[in-house]
C-alpha cells in the first residue's frame, strides 16, 4: 500500500516530491506518482494545496458492537499517597470531551491504601471514581497494573481511555492496549472531538518538526496518553461518587519481582517532573563553572539539565541530559546556558512554553527556537542574574 | 542463550526541517540512520554476551535498505541479523509492528532475552516494546539503564522513573527497553566488518513469519493518521540587546510577565 494521487486534483507542482522523506514521489507529465518505497508516513499529504493526495484507510474492520462503548475515562496516577498532577490535567480535559459528546466521565485509581487519595479526583470533573485497591498495587508493575485495569475496561468498556505520558503511562499502557487489542496514540498535546464522534489526538512527530493527527476509528476504547502539563486542571465537582471494584484475586499477580523502589531525593535530577530547567553546554568550558547553573537553578527551585557535550566532558550525570538521547522535556521555562542548540539537542526540549537561551553567538540555532534569546558573555551575564534574583529576595 | 536486539532504521533528524521561510517541511537528501537507542540496545546485548556467553541476533521490519542497519551492527559484533520485509509490512502502526516482530521471534524459537530501544526518534512512540512483551507473552522492563543475570534464568535490572530508580527481577525470557546509561556503543572492528560485508542476510516476508495479509501493516493496524501538519511556529521570539545590566533587568522583567514559576 502507498499513498494515493488524484490525478484529476495534481498540477504536477512538485512541492510533495521534496517533501517526502524517502524519496518515493515522482512528478510525472500529467500526475505525480508514488514508488513501492513509501512507508505511508503522511507528510505529502497536508503539504499538497490542491487536496490530491491521501493515505489509505486502515484495514482492521470493527470486531465488535462500538456503540456498546461510553464514556471517557482518565487512569489516574497514584505514587505512594498522591495523585499525580497530570490525572488533575486529564480529567479536566476529559470532562471537556465528555461533554462535547454528551456522555459520563470517569476516573480509575489504582494503587493500595486509597481512602484518601479518590476524592480529590471528583473535583475534576469525574462523574465516578473507580478505585482498584490491592496491596500488590502498593508498587507499580506493568503486569499488575495493567491486568486490573484492562479487567474494568472489559467489564465497564469506555470508549475513550486517557492516561499521562508520564515513565509509568508509557510503560504500562502499552500493555493495556496490546492486551484490548485496540489502538494507542502516544504522548498526544491536543485532544478533541470529530464530527464522526471520533477522538482527534494530535501529537508531534519527528522530533517536533511536524505534527500528526491520529484516530482509531474501528476498536475500542480509544486510547491515549497525553504528555504533562500541556493541558490545565480545573477544578469542576459534579456531585460524582466513589466505587470501589472488585476484581478477581489473579489479575494482581505479576512475574516481576519489585526490590527496591529508590526515590530521587535530589530535585535537580528530577527532569521530566521539573516546572523549571536550567540546561548547561560546552560553552561552561569546565567542570568547576557548571556551578552557575546549579546556583541558578536552586534559586528557580528548578532542575539541572545538560547537553550532550556537557555530560560528555563529565560535568553532568547521563540522566540529566536534554535530547534526542536523553530525555525528551516541556517545563515552563527552560533556560539553555552555553548551549549551541544542535538539532539533537533542540527536539528534547522545543516543547518548553517559555525558552531563554544564553549564548555569546548569536548566530547559534538555539536561537531560532527561543522565546527570549540573550546574547551575552555567559561569565557576565549568569553571575549578574543570579544577584539580581538574590536581591529580590 | 538467545538475544534478540530490535533494530529501526530512522530518517537522520537532520533530514527533517521546516522551511523557516517557507514554512513547510524539507529535505535534504534522503540519509537513514539507525535509532540511537537501539544502538545502546545493540551494546546492552554484546555486553550480556562478553560477560556470560551468548548468541545475537539482529532484526528489524522495515524496506529492503534497512539492511544497511543489520549490517552496520553485525560489523559491531552481532552474530546474526534478519531483515523483515514485504509490501505489505507498510504502513504498519505500533501494534502492527508488534504482531510482526513477535512472529518472527516465535519463528526464531527459544529466545530468552529481547533488547529494544526505549524509543524510536521518528516516531517517539515507545510503544513497540511493551506490546511485543505482551502479544509474546513474556515480562518486560522499560527504561532500564543496567541489566546483569541473576542466576541462570533470571534478569535484574535498574529502570529509571519519573520518581527516582526501581531495582525488578524478571524471570526469563524477559524483555527490556534500555537508556543510553547502559552503555555507549562500541565502534564496529575490523573482523566483524569483514563478515558483516559478507554476510547473507534472510529477508522474511509475511508467510515466512505465517502472518496473514490483514494482519499487518496498514491492514493491520487500529490507528490511522488523518492529518499531519507543521506546527506553529512562535512568532513571540525577543531578543534582549544592550549592556549586561539591561538584559540582566529585561531578562527578570520577561519571566515576571511570563508567569515562570519560582520567580
Ligand atoms: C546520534 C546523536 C545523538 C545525539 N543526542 C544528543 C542529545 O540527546 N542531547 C544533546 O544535547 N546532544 C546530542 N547530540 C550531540 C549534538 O549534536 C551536539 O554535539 C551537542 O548538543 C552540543 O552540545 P553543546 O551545545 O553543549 O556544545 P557546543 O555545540 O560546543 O556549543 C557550545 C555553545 O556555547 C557557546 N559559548 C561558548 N562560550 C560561551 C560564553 N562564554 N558565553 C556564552 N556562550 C558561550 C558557544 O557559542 C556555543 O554555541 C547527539 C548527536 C548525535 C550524532
Ligand atoms: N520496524 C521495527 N523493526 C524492529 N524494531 C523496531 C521497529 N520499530 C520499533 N522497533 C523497536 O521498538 C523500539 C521502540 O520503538 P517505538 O515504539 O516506535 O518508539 C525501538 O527502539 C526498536 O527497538
Known amino acids: 500500500m502507498k499513498a494515493l494521487i488524484d490525478p484529476q486534483k495534481c498540477t504536477v507542482c512538485g512541492v510533495c516530491e521534496d517533501v517526502c522523506p524517502v524519496g518515493a514521489i515522482s512528478v510525472g507529465e500529467t500526475a505525480a506518482t508514488v514508488s513501492d518505497e513509501c512507508t505511508l508516513c503522511g507528510m505529502c499529504v497536508d503539504t499538497c494545496e490542491f487536496g490530491a493526495i491521501s493515505l489509505p484507510q486502515v484495514g482492521t474492520g470493527p470486531k465488535d458492537d462500538l456503540s456498546a462503548y461510553r464514556g471517557v475515562w482518565v487512569f489516574a496516577e497514584w505514587r505512594r499517597g498522591t495523585i499525580h498532577r497530570v490525572s488533575y490535567e486529564l480529567l479536566s480535559a476529559a470532562r471537556k470531551l465528555a461533554d462535547k459528546k454528551g456522555v459520563p466521565c470517569a476516573a480509575v485509581l489504582l494503587g493500595s491504601d486509597l481512602d484518601a487519595a479518590a476524592p480529590s479526583l471528583l473535583e475534576y470533573g469525574a462523574d465516578t471514581v473507580y478505585v482498584i485497591d490491592h496491596p500488590n498495587l502498593a508498587d507499580f508493575t506493568d503486569e499488575a497494573y495493567a491486568n486490573s485495569l484492562v479487567a474494568l475496561v472489559r467489564e465497564k468498556r469506555p470508549e475513550i481511555l486517557l492516561a499521562g505520558a508520564t515513565t509509568m503511562g508509557r510503560s504500562f499502557i502499552p500493555r493495556v492496549a496490546a492486551l484490548l487489542q485496540t489502538g494507542l496514540t502516544a504522548d498526544c498535546t491536543d485532544l478533541d472531538i470529530s464530527e464522526e464522534g471520533l477522538l482527534l489526538q494530535t501529537r508531534p512527530a519527528f522530533g517536533g518538526n511536524v505534527m500528526a493527527t491520529i484516530v482509531c476509528p474501528n476498536s475500542r476504547p480509544q486510547m491515549a496518553t497525553v504528555r504533562p502539563r500541556v493541558m490545565r486542571p480545573e477544578k469542576d465537582a459534579r456531585n460524582g461518587r466513589i466505587e470501589k471494584v472488585t476484581l478477581p484475586e489473579e489479575v494482581f499477580q505479576t512475574r516481576v519481582e519489585v526490590l527496591q523502589v529508590i526515590p530521587e531525593e535530589d530535585v535537580t535530577a528530577k527532569l521530566s517532573e521539573a516546572e523549571v530547567i536550567i540546561s548547561g553546554g560546552r560553552g561552561l568550558q569546565k567542570a568547576e563553572n557548571f556551578h552557575l547553573v546549579e546556583e541558578l537553578a536552586q534559586l528557580l527551585k528548578g532542575a539541572v539539565g545538560a547537553s550532550r557535550s556537557a555530560v560528555e566532558e563529565g560535568w553532568a550525570p547521563p540522566s540529566h541530559q536534554v535530547g534526542q538521547t536523553g530525555q525528551t522535556v516541556a517545563p515552563t521555562l527552560y533556560m539553555a546556558v552555553g548551549i549551541s542548540g544542535a538539532i539533537q539537542h533542540i527536539v528534547g526540549m522545543q516543547g518548553s512554553k517559555v525558552i531563554v537561551a544564553v549564548n555569546k553567538d548569536p548566530e547559534a540555532p538555539i536561537f531560532d527556537v527561543a522565546s527570549c534569546g540573550v546574547v551575552a558573555d555567559l561569565f557576565e551575564f549568569v553571575p549578574a542574574f543570579i544577584q539580581r534574583l538574590k536581591r529580590e529576595g | ?263
Open chain 2, 1 to 263: 542463550m538467545k538475544i534478540v536486539v530490535c533494530i529501526k532504521q530512522v530518517p537522520d533528524a537532520k533530514n527533517v526541517r521546516i522551511d523557516p521561510n517557507t514554512h513547510t517541511l524539507v529535505r535534504q537528501g534522503v540519509e537513514s540512520i539507525i535509532n540511537p537507542f537501539d544502538l545502546f540496545a545493540v551494546e546492552a546485548a554484546l555486553r550480556l554476551k562478553d560477560r556470560h556467553g551468548a548468541h545475537v541476533t539482529a532484526i528489524t521490519m522495515g524496506p529492503p535498505q534497512a539492511e544497511e542497519a543489520l549490517r552496520d551492527v553485525l560489523s559491531r559484533g552481532v552474530d546474526d541479523a534478519v531483515l523483515l520485509s514485504d509490501r505489505a509490512f507498510a504502513g504498519a502502526d505500533t501494534w502492527a509492528t508488534a504482531t510482526a516482530l513477535a512472529a518472527a521471534v516465535r519463528k526464531m524459537g527459544d529466545v530468552s532475552l529481547i533488547f529494544c530501544g526505549k524509543q524510536a526518534i521518528d516516531g517517539d512512540t515507545a510503544q513497540v516494546g511493551p506490546e511485543l512483551a505482551t502479544i509474546l507473552d513474556i515480562p518486560y522492563a522499560t527504561f532500564v539503564k543496567e541489566l546483569n543475570l541473576d542466576g541462570p534464568d533470571h534478569l535484574k535490572v535498574v529502570r529509571r522513573t519519573d520518581e527516582g530508580t526501581e531495582v525488578w527481577r524478571l524471570p526469563l525470557p524477559a524483555l527490556v527497553t534500555v537508556l543510553r546509561e547502559v552503555g555507549d556503543p562500541r565502534v564496529p572492528s575490523l573482523k566483524h566488518k569483514m563478515r558483516a560485508k559478507k554476510a547473507t542476510l534472510p529477508v522474511w516476508g509475511i508467510q515466512d513469519v505465517g502472518l496473514d495479509q490483514d494482519r499487518v501493516g496498514l491492514s493491520g493496524s487500529y490507528t490511522q493518521v488523518v492529518k499531519v501538519f507543521s506546527p506553529p511556529r512562535r512568532a513571540d521570539r525577543v531578543m534582549l540587546q544592550g549592556p549586561v545590566e539591561d538584559q540582566v533587568e529585561q531578562l527578570y522583567r520577561y519571566l515576571k510577565e511570563a508567569k515562570v514559576p519560582g520567580l
